[in-house]
């Protein structure tokens, strides 16, 4: 029942800006981490940035200075702001919600494509 529902991704050019946006149905997670990975091609899934519940965010650090995330707990959501983005952006960006227990929640995904 629980759903992370991600949009946003598409074809930017280097340079350009996309906004992410994940909304999550089925229950509230105002008290959980949540965060956004992405899996290049031929690479394995990683970390890009998290926020904390308070608020407190961290970023990888081909992230770091380039992206934002932020989240609006009234909403159920999150956001990442992506600009200056280059095609090493180019990946399929996931949504996390972190559980206790380590049963994380995860959206379906949606691509971005950095080309020009």
């Known amino acids: 029942q629980v759903q992370l529902v991600e949009s946003g991704g598409g074809l930017v050019r280097p340079g350009g800006s996309l906004r992410l946006s994940c909304a999550a149905s089925?229950?509230?997670?105002?008290?959980?981490?949540m965060g956004w990975y992405r899996q290049g091609p031929g690479k394995e899934r990683e970390m890009v940035a998290t926020i904390t519940s308070g608020g407190i965010t961290n970023y990888a650090d081909s992230a770091k200075g380039r992206f934002t995330i932020s989240r609006d707990n009234a909403k159920n959501a999150v956001y990442l702001q992506m600009n200056s983005l280059n095609p090493e952006d180019t990946a399929v960006y996931y949504c996390?919600?972190?559980?206790?227990?380590?049963?994380?929640?995860w959206g379906k995904g949606t691509l971005v494509t950095v080309s020009s």
């Open positions: 089925g229950t509230m997670f105002s008290r959980n981490t």
């Open positions: 996390k919600v972190f559980i206790i227990g380590g049963l994380d929640f």
